[in-house]
């Protein structure tokens, strides 16, 4: 700490801080800078209310199009016995709109998010993929098991995903496509409060295209039609949060880089305004400062293109005002001198 301090005030603009103006200054330029950097490049993003697309039939098939909410409106009460190590079968009659569907445009999926999903059952291209949680693959279930080419046609598809205590099987059309072994116990690891959603994520960004005209679960020896009214919710329209609110952040090298320059930034501007102060507590105000700074930024990038709020970088910027704070090493009778000489 006392390093820090001796460097600090070896630069030579700190020489000229008994200076009044220029000791106000100093943090209101240091704050412009962390404000800017933090919400470049200036373009607003913010979570948008979309109309429902989701269209019902006369005979009973579903219209999916580009935003489609229809969800269960919590965990299905089927998931318990799945996770206990029971039997998931899932019928599916679909109808493409279009081959160029990515992401992959999810069919059916069972989740939290795009980042955070148990099951997904979707379309890439032309291929059917399905991707399933279990030890070894990543949070969204990747790698993924494709069908290559099971979903060319435009025509009704038969699609039955199932899934055995240590083994899937997807079949198209009456024709095996994927039969692969899974561990045993996989869905121990599937979340307890996930939700069931058709036609996209439960929270929107990875829409399909398409009609389904049956939706079918079979679990615990109990089939449960998803399609028949009132088994998933169809509000109106919903809120969309941007997708970068919801990608998960990997602390690599440049996480760390990030962070540091968090840290640096904040020690700088915690150590100028405590230097700033003119009360008897300048170290717990500068901190208390640098804090609803840091706040109000996390809140502000929920609106900003580009940026993503994190509670990590909240602690490392509170962390960096307190460390810059504590190294204004001035005693409390020179910062009462400091505070007298700044009156006269």
């Known amino acids: 700490m006392d390093r820090m301090r001796r460097f600090l005030l070896s630069l030579p603009i700190m020489e000229r801080t008994a200076d009044s103006s220029t000791r106000f200054a100093l943090p209101v330029v240091v704050l412009c800078a962390i404000v800017a950097a933090s919400l470049f490049p200036f373009r607003l993003d913010p979570p948008r209310f979309r109309r429902?697309?989701?269209?019902?039939?006369?005979?009973?098939?579903?219209?999916?199009?580009r935003h489609n909410v229809l969800r269960s409106r919590g965990a299905p009460a089927w998931l318990r016995a799945v996770r206990a190590g029971g039997r998931l079968a899932i019928a599916l009659e679909a109808r493409p709109a279009a081959a160029e569907q990515t992401g992959p445009?999810?069919?059916?999926?069972?989740?939290?998010?795009?980042?955070?999903?148990?099951?997904?059952?979707?379309?890439?291209?032309?291929?059917?993929?399905v991707r399933v949680k279990r030890p070894g693959s990543e949070p969204w279930g990747s790698p993924a098991?494709?069908?290559?080419?099971?979903?060319?046609?435009?025509?009704?598809?038969?699609?039955?995903?199932?899934?055995?205590?240590?083994?899937?099987?997807?079949?198209v059309d009456g024709e095996v496509r994927v039969d692969e072994p899974l561990a045993r116990g996989y869905a121990r690891s599937w979340s307890a409060t996930c939700r069931l959603a058709l036609g996209d994520e439960p929270g929107g960004a990875r829409p399909w295209r398409g009609t389904l005209r049956c939706a079918s679960v079979?679990?615990?020896?109990?089939v449960h039609d998803l399609l028949a009214p009132g088994v998933l919710e169809q509000p109106a329209g919903s809120w969309v949060l941007p997708e970068r609110?919801?990608?998960?952040?990997?602390?690599?090298?440049?996480?760390?880089?990030?962070?540091?320059?968090?840290?640096?930034?904040?020690?700088v501007l915690g150590w100028l305004m405590a230097r700033a102060s003119k009360t008897s507590r300048p170290r717990l105000r500068a901190v208390a400062?640098?804090?609803?700074?840091?706040?109000?930024?996390?809140?502000?990038?929920v609106f900003v293109a580009a940026r993503h709020?994190?509670?990590?970088?909240?602690?490392?910027?509170?962390?960096?005002?307190?460390?810059?704070?504590?190294?204004?090493?001035r005693s409390p009778m020179v910062r009462a001198r400091d505070r007298s000489a700044a009156r006269a």
């Open 245 to 267: 609110l919801s990608q998960p952040r990997r602390f690599g090298g440049e996480g760390l880089a990030v962070a540091a320059l968090h840290f640096a930034a904040f020690s």
């Open 105 to 129: 445009a999810r069919i059916l999926a069972l989740s939290h998010s795009a980042y955070r999903a148990d099951l997904v059952i979707g379309q890439e291209v032309v291929d059917l993929v």
């Open 309 to 329: 709020p994190s509670a990590v970088d909240l602690v490392v910027q509170i962390v960096g005002a307190a460390v810059g704070a504590r190294a204004d090493g």
């Open 218 to 222: 079979d679990a615990g020896g109990q």
């Open 145 to 171: 098991f494709v069908a290559r080419g099971a979903l060319a046609g435009r025509d009704w598809i038969a699609i039955s995903v199932v899934l055995e205590p240590d083994r899937l099987r997807v079949v």
């Open 289 to 301: 400062a640098c804090a609803l700074l840091g706040l109000g930024l996390a809140g502000a990038k």
């Open 52 to 65: 429902n697309e989701v269209v019902r039939g006369p005979a009973g098939e579903v219209e999916l199009g």
